[in-house]
């Protein structure tokens, strides 16, 4: 099937912001009592905030977060990660972003951020790329990844099937979505991860964060059949 739209991951892919979110989950769970570690944060990384907390309370406290728990540690770590210094877009993204545009490919947001800061940033940082109706955020699911119904909706919102379409993730949960969505998955490794972790996960190709998104720009061109590659 010739390829018809890309679905872009966020935090990772477009901007460099893990840094900050594993800064803001380590101490916010200090200050509720629990324990992770920001190297944890990576590998829980795409992860709803509830779904995440909820693991943290089944480790320390052996029960489910009440509902009331979930949003006070998620409030305290949204308030945590606004005081970081602001992410940088990722090097590369407005470009490669720009390129799959003009390639003609549907462009869909399929994140597992309910960060209103980031989202807000989007259009300033990649204009005229994500309209409203063409994103997935953590609002609009029952189910974060690595449940596929996130990428699922993508699909559902570019009015492609799984075949038409190429998924760019940074992140184990995210590529293990992606995957049971049945979508080709790149995956750039753009954090501290061991690419093996991508690789088992269910990435069909791990590419490295240096020249990773031209790597991609080529894979997506060869797949549109816009290159002479075959
Ligand atoms: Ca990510």
Request: net charge negative; charged share 20%; with cysteine.
């Amino acid at each position: 099937m010739p390829l018809k739209a890309v679905l872009f991951d966020m935090d990772g892919v477009l901007y460099d912001s893990m840094p900050n979110h594993a800064t803001a989950w380590s101490e916010a769970a200090t200050r509720f009592g629990l324990t992770m570690t920001p190297q944890e944060a990576y590998l829980h990384e795409g992860r709803t905030g509830h779904g995440t907390i909820n693991i943290l309370a089944q480790r320390h406290w052996h029960r489910d977060a009440t509902q009331q728990e979930m949003e006070q540690i998620y409030k305290v770590k949204s308030e945590i990660f606004n005081t970081c210094p602001a992410p940088l877009p990722m090097p590369g993204a407005a470009e490669l972003l720009q390129s799959i545009s003009r390639l003609g490919l549907t462009i869909v947001l399929v994140t597992g951020s309910a960060q209103h800061s980031l989202l807000d940033r989007l259009a300033k940082d990649y204009p005229g790329i994500f309209a409203p109706e063409r994103m997935v955020t953590a609002f609009d699911v029952k189910h974060g990844k690595p449940h596929p119904e996130p990428y699922l909706m993508g699909l559902e919102k570019a009015g492609v099937q799984a075949s038409e379409a190429i998924v760019v993730e940074n992140a184990p949960l995210g590529v293990e979505a992606a995957h049971a969505a049945g979508i080709f998955t790149i995956a750039v490794n753009t954090g501290p991860l061991d690419p093996n972790v991508l690789l088992d996960a269910g990435a069909d190709v791990v590419l490295p964060r240096e020249g990773g998104f031209s790597q991609a720009l080529e894979l997506i061109q060869q797949r549109q059949g816009t290159t002479a590659a075959e």
